[in-house]
């Protein structure tokens, strides 16, 4: 797998035009910078409390499965991406340092004059939160057909 190409104009990229360029990366990279799909699926983006989470997380998950009947890939895996980053912004656990939000109440990690690391205070509404978007990130990354279309993504792509 090619890592993603932060050097591209992502202000004037369409990737739906330009599916070739598009590079899924690690993790949640790209996923706030890939158009048009950042802007069809970011207003969908909400988790303050796990009814929010769990609309937002369906809305996003129905573009993945749109996107999926469309043939789209790059739109299949930016949902995943929103999809895994409404996990790991805000689930519990101290594995992973961008999940500050539910461990962190504030959302701030470091002490501002000290630098040091806050103590981890659980936000139980956001890891309920988390909680949901997972599962969903779950189905999605797992998706047969997704599969399949990233394999095809990469070797077509990325040789």
Known sequence: MRKFDYTLDFKTLDFRQHPELYRV????????????????ILPHWRFKTP?????????????????KEQGD??????ARKF???????????EASPTRR???HKSGRK??????????????PIKAESAKIFYEIWQQAKTDPEYILMLDRHERQYTN
């Open 25 to 40: 990366g690690k993790g949640e990279q790209g996923v706030l910078l890939v158009e048009p799909y950042k802007s069809e």
């Open 51 to 67: 009814d929010i989470a769990r609309k937002s997380a369906s809305e996003i998950y129905t573009l993945f499965l749109q996107y």
């Open 73 to 78: 890939f790059v739109g299949m895996d930016m």
């Open 83 to 93: 999809l895994q980053m409404g996990y790991t912004r805000f689930s519990k656990g």
């Open 101 to 103: 939000y539910a461990n």
């Open 110 to 123: 470091y002490a501002k004059e000290s630098k040091t690391i806050l103590p981890y205070v659980e936000d």
